[in-house]
């Protein structure tokens, strides 16, 4: 019952996050500030995703469940490996395409 | 020493994924990782000019670092929320360029110092060069927590035992 409880708010603050992520990349202003928050909101919200179904196969804790939390914890390993990575992959792609940065000032004098 | 702890380590793995327990399979899981172990063993770990000793507290220091890391991303998580969710102007977003230039000798150190400055809140690495980085920084606030060497310290510690 408290593992379940605990998976369900791990779950729910991991939605959370990707929700923040979603908006973020709908709202941040140019490519780079985009990179920011889907590279970051996906990582940690899918670490507390597969955290919280780990909690939840150890409600019947056999063996085979215990593997499954192995196997899940390989995963958040994996995931924590490669998004950075992928991250840093389109963000340097887009750099050396010249895409611009968004800066400050400049949307001020555009809004005057 | 490293084949046999590569041999372990494969093993170990496929224990872990295969589940089962019975002679065959632990036979045919120990026969596998032999043969990885043999035809590929000199891909893992590269830089054999360590001692065995200094590699295993590598190992050791590991997981302190790895949850610190773990912590890093709950804050840029926050901190990315909490800029989504900033009603009309996001105030707060500056992006700027920073560049650094990190005293780390191996590439694995590099590896980890830019795969770090990713994951901590507000800052990306765009390139990674011999001896210097180009980090994306969104905020001037973000900007200045990378200036300072500490996280490079702590990367050096893990990894390169404490030179720096």
Same mark, same amino acid.
């Not at chain 2, 830089?47 to 949850?67: H, N």
């Not at chain 2, 009603?87 to 795969?115: C, H, Q, S, W």
């Given at each position: 019952?408290?593992?379940?409880?605990?998976?369900?708010?791990?779950?729910?603050?991991?939605?959370?996050?990707?929700?923040?992520?979603?908006?973020?990349?709908?709202?941040?202003?140019?490519?780079?500030?985009?990179?920011?928050?889907?590279?970051?909101?996906?990582?940690?919200?899918?670490?507390?995703?597969?955290?919280?179904?780990?909690?939840?196969?150890?409600?019947?804790?056999?063996?085979?469940?215990?593997?499954?939390?192995?196997?899940?914890?390989?995963?958040?390993?994996?995931?924590?490996?490669?998004?950075?990575?992928?991250?840093?992959?389109?963000?340097?792609?887009?750099?050396?395409?010249?895409?611009?940065?968004?800066?400050?000032?400049?949307?001020?004098?555009?809004?005057? | 020493?490293?084949?046999?702890?590569?041999?372990?380590?494969?093993?170990?793995?496929?224990?872990?994924f295969s589940g089962k327990?019975?002679?065959?399979h632990?036979?045919?899981?120990?026969?596998?990782?032999?043969?990885?172990?043999?035809?590929?063993?000199?891909?893992?770990?590269?830089?054999?000019?360590? *001692?065995?000793?200094?590699?295993? &507290?590598? /190992?050791?220091?590991?997981? @302190?670092?790895?949850?610190? +890391?773990?912590?890093? $991303?709950?804050?840029?998580?926050?901190?990315?929320?909490?800029?989504?969710?900033?009603?009309?102007?996001?105030?707060?977003?500056?992006?700027?360029?920073?560049?650094?230039?990190?005293?780390?000798?191996?590439?694995?150190?590099?590896?980890?110092?830019?795969? *770090?400055?990713?994951?901590?809140? &507000?800052? /990306?690495?765009?390139?990674? @060069?011999?001896?210097?980085? +180009?980090?994306?920084? $969104?905020?001037?606030?973000?900007?200045?927590?990378?200036?300072?060497?500490?996280?490079?310290?702590?990367?050096?510690?893990?990894?390169?035992?404490?030179?720096?």
């Amino acid at each position: 019952m408290i593992l379940n409880t605990l998976s369900i708010f791990l779950i729910s603050i991991g939605i959370v996050f990707f929700i923040g992520g979603a908006v973020g990349v709908l709202r941040f202003p140019d490519f780079y500030t985009r990179m920011h928050a889907a590279g970051k909101g996906d990582t940690c919200s899918m670490l507390l995703i597969l955290t919280g179904l780990s909690v939840f196969q150890l409600n019947d804790p056999t063996l085979a469940n215990f593997l499954v939390v192995g196997k899940i914890f390989f995963i958040t390993l994996f995931i924590m490996i490669t998004s950075p990575t992928s991250t840093h992959a389109l963000i340097k792609a887009g750099f050396e395409e010249g895409i611009k940065m968004w800066k400050r000032d400049e949307t001020k004098e555009d809004g005057e | 020493m490293y084949r046999i702890a590569i041999f372990l380590l494969l093993l170990g793995i496929w224990i872990v994924f295969s589940g089962k327990f019975d002679a065959f399979h632990l036979f045919l899981g120990a026969l596998s990782s032999l043969f990885i172990t043999a035809i590929s063993g000199s891909f893992y770990f590269s830089d054999r000019s360590k *001692s065995f000793g200094a590699r295993m &507290g590598e /190992i050791i220091r590991l997981p @302190g670092y790895g949850l610190w +890391l773990l912590w890093q $991303i709950v804050l840029s998580n926050v901190h990315i929320l909490k800029l989504a969710l900033t009603p009309g102007d996001i105030k707060e977003l500056d992006p700027t360029l920073v560049r650094i230039k990190p005293k780390l000798k191996t590439d694995f150190g590099r590896y980890m110092l830019a795969n *770090s400055i990713t994951l901590t809140p &507000g800052t /990306i690495t765009i390139e990674v @060069g011999e001896n210097e980085m +180009l980090i994306h920084s $969104i905020s001037k606030h973000t900007a200045d927590g990378v200036k300072d060497d500490s996280m490079e310290k702590k990367v050096a510690k893990v990894f390169e035992g404490g030179e720096s």
